[in-house]
Nanobody, 123 residues
Framework: QVLLVESGGGLVQPGGSLRLSCAGSGLRFNNYGVGWFRQVSEKEREFVATIKGGSTYYADPVKGRFTISRDTAKNTVYLQMDKLKPEDTAVYYC??????????????????WGQGTQVTVSS
């Protein structure tokens, strides 16, 4: 039984930081691609970042501002978000799957999903 649980969302001012956590059970994160997606109401869920093996991948809008990492002992993946902008406001979802590199930016490549955590960037 696979379970992904996100935490760490909240309200932050523009330019501020948040760290999201994704705790996994029922699968070892080091054997999967684990990614973050985000969704604004009425819009399509979009790719943010993925860690797969020893490599990391980022969507263009977050490059240089977000960092994805993995703590193998805790089976937890983190998304450190710095220099946050209002357009980063969304529900952020953790996802895992046996993805190939060429398709890791597509949400349909992931078969396990968390419940989401709200991130709001506003003054």
């Amino acid at each position: 039984q696979v379970l992904l649980v996100e935490s760490g969302g909240g309200l932050v001012q523009p330019g501020g930081s948040l760290r999201l956590s994704c705790a996994g059970s029922g699968l070892r994160f080091n054997n999967y691609g684990v990614g973050w997606f985000r969704q604004v109401s009425e819009k399509e869920r979009e790719f943010v970042a993925t860690i797969k093996g020893g490599s990391t991948y980022y969507a263009d809008p977050v490059k240089g501002r977000f960092t994805i990492s993995r703590d193998t002992a805790k089976n937890t993946v983190y998304l450190q978000m710095d220099k946050l902008k209002p357009e980063d406001t969304a529900v952020y979802y953790c996802a895992a799957g046996r993805v190939i590199t060429s398709s890791l930016r597509m949400k349909n490549s992931y078969n396990y999903w968390g419940q989401g955590t709200q991130v709001t960037v506003s003054s």
